[in-house]
């Protein structure tokens, strides 16, 4: 079978799941990722051969792709923040808007011209304490995350790209206080209520974990509010808590942190949703 065979096979197989711009980007993933040819290549070789092991490979990838399992566990990683992170269905799938919320950081505290210490709660793969580490060269970086097997897909990360992070297992609505003062805490914490179910995709909802994306409806904010208390205790006196928020709970999110002394304030991402939230002691 030829690479041009098998594009045409591709897409007739799932032309019924996906929209065609998905199924460009899934192809030429699933390209560089078993052929290691890049989206030029494949335009330049359309009639090179590839192997049966190599059919084989992406037989197995449209019969998950058709159950609507998502392209970056199949291919086991994903790009973030221009680099590259192992994935597994034990993680979140990082995204764009935590890129937006990391670069709110960094606008901050870029010029700092100090040590930081910085604390991440619920680190997942590890995306955002490792950008950090990477940004702030010399800041002192931990993270927090309740699943074992989170925290050592993130430290393979963390190894993947030479940075030192102090990972630590722990349910963040435990503890009643920090083991520190800190100058930055930040979190992406679970925000999504049951009844917003109904507006994600099947990708999300399937192979997603459920542990690091849903809330009760009675109680949607209840990490922020512990995140918060433990944040008026532990925060340094010029430090800063960063938020990644549920879009349709941004007014209710900013009066919860401020009703711990904190001034806050929401930012939109690049859709013009409220997504980010910044609180700073008064």
Known sequence: MTISQLKDHFFETLKEEFPGHELQSFFFILTEHFLNKSRLDIALEPELEIS????????????????????????????????????????LIPRPETEELINWILDDHKEAGKELEILDIGTGSGCIPICLAKELKYSQVSTIDVSSKALRLAKINADLHNVSVNFIQQDILEPSCLDKKYDIIVSNPPYVRELEKNKMHKNVLDFEPALALYVKDHDPLLFYEKISRLAEKSLAKTGTLYFEINQYLGKETKALVEKFGFEAELKKDIFGNYRMLKAIKT
């Open 52 to 91: 049966n092991e190599q059919q084989a490979d992406f037989e197995k990838a449209i019969l998950r792709l058709k159950e609507h399992e998502p392209v970056q566990y199949i291919t086991g990683k994903t790009e973030f923040f221009g680099l590259e992170f192992k994935v597994d269905k034990n993680v």
